[in-house]
């Protein structure tokens, strides 16, 4: 397999799947040939950026790369930060190599720096023996592009895409690979109205007891709390208002911010009433594993919450795409961090927070249906 049909392959799945094509990194026209050095192309989805940068090898040898374009790649990558003022980018640095290239030992060196505000990552795609080799401590890892790098390898379909040509042009690859972008369905209008909704409830709730002073608390406490050994004997009414009550404003704020974060993509993509149920169905399942597990009277919002928390990472996962600027790993890190921060502040009720995530993912997952289309 040649460089010029692995290029064309990967250049167009990377387009595919919400990558831009950077034409000033390109240093030999429009085409993508045996002569062309190097292909940039940058995610801007996502809270991190990302971007691949393809070197051939054939013409890009190891002291090239290190004197003259890396220091031109960091320069145009640190110049991209600073005019949207992010504050760090993953670059995958792809050598894609016909035959063995003088990078081993570069490879072998410990280089890699978390620390920087342009990360580099070292991949080689060996077209000679159709495997990926990976720089010294660096990942292996990065969200889907192991899988569209070693997906590129396929020289048969390759050859079926792009008909063995001698050049293609990056437009022309870029135009086709943008038609099978697919986006997720809006079930919804733009305002999240239930959200809002659930959040003046919140607040109203929270208002009235403030107001009415300590009686007023100590009185909504003793109606509405999850007192474990009362549900247990038949007051289960208060695995629903509990729901609703909070202990104070910080508690009551934290949930709202929340609620708004993941509320509103949840009702986006699954629409007003499946929305409703994820977060009715994941408050309860919290309620009942906190009856379950705890002796202890609890109250709050947390777990109908994460249960929203849980369907927007079940449908980052189910349809391979972000959900309005979030994907799997961004959504699968929020969720391994919050569920993390309870085991560390014993005033949190943990069991709530991660019955509720369960349940709100099964939910979420179990709901969510073609829910793609082509842009």
């Given at each position: 397999m040649s460089f010029a049909d692995y290029a064309r392959a990967l250049f167009e799945k990377l387009v595919a799947n919400n990558y831009e094509h950077i034409k000033g990194l390109d240093m030999v026209g429009d085409e993508i040939s045996y002569a062309t050095k190097i292909i940039g192309l940058v995610n801007f989805t996502g809270s991190m950026w990302s971007a691949v940068v393809i070197l051939n090898?054939?013409?890009?040898?190891?002291?090239?790369?290190?004197?003259?374009?890396?220091?031109?790649?960091?320069?145009?990558?640190?110049?991209?930060?600073?005019?949207?003022?992010?504050?760090?980018?993953?670059?995958?640095?792809?050598?894609?190599?016909?035959?063995?290239?003088d990078y081993e030992s570069f490879f072998a060196a410990d280089n890699f720096d978390f620390d920087r505000p342009i990360i580099n990552i070292y991949w080689e795609?060996?077209?000679?023996?159709?495997?990926?080799?990976?720089?010294?401590?660096?990942?292996?890892?990065?969200?889907?592009l192991g899988e569209l790098v070693k997906t590129s390898f396929n020289f048969n379909q390759a050859a079926e895409e792009f008909n063995s040509a001698e050049h293609s042009s990056t437009h022309e690859i870029y135009e086709r690979a943008v038609s099978k972008r697919i986006k997720l369905k809006e079930r919804s209008g733009p305002v999240p109205i239930a959200t809002f909704i659930l959040i003046i409830i919140n607040m109203a709730i929270h208002a009235i007891i403030a107001t009415g002073g300590p009686p007023w608390f100590f009185f909504a406490m003793e109606s509405g709390a999850l007192v474990p050994r009362l549900v247990i004997n038949g007051q289960y009414y208060r695995l629903f208002t509990s729901m609703?009550?909070?202990?104070?404003?910080?508690?009551?704020?934290?949930?709202?911010?929340?609620?708004?974060?993941?509320?509103?993509?949840?009702?986006?993509?699954?629409?007003?009433?499946?929305?409703?149920?994820?977060?009715?169905?994941?408050?309860?399942?919290?309620?009942?594993?906190?009856?379950?597990?705890?002796?202890?009277?609890?109250?709050?919002?947390?777990?109908?919450?994460?249960?929203?928390?849980?369907?927007?990472?079940?449908?980052?996962?189910?349809?391979?795409?972000?959900?309005?600027?979030?994907?799997?790993?961004?959504?699968l890190t929020i969720a391994m961090v919050s569920v993390g921060m309870g085991f560390v502040r014993p005033e949190i009720n943990n069991h709530a927070h991660i019955g509720g995530l369960l349940a709100g993912f099964i939910a979420g997952y179990l709901l969510f249906k073609r829910g793609i289309e082509n842009e």
């Open positions: 090898t054939n013409i890009v040898d190891c002291e090239t790369y290190k004197a003259a374009i890396k220091p031109r790649l960091d320069a145009y990558f640190d110049s991209l930060l600073r005019e949207y003022g992010k504050k760090n980018m993953a670059v995958l640095n792809l050598f894609v190599s016909e035959k063995p290239s795609a060996a077209l000679y023996d159709k495997s990926l080799k990976v720089a010294k401590n660096h990942p292996d890892k990065i969200e889907n609703f009550l909070h202990a104070n404003f910080m508690h009551l704020l934290n949930n709202c911010f929340s609620l708004y974060i993941f509320g509103s993509r949840a009702e986006r993509f699954y629409g007003t009433l499946k929305f409703c149920a994820i977060y009715l169905l994941s408050g309860i399942f919290g309620g009942i594993v906190s009856t379950l597990l705890l002796p202890y009277a609890t109250i709050g919002a947390s777990g109908a919450v994460f249960g929203l928390l849980g369907a927007v990472l079940a449908l980052t996962v189910k349809s391979k795409t972000d959900a309005a600027g979030v994907n799997y790993p961004v959504m």
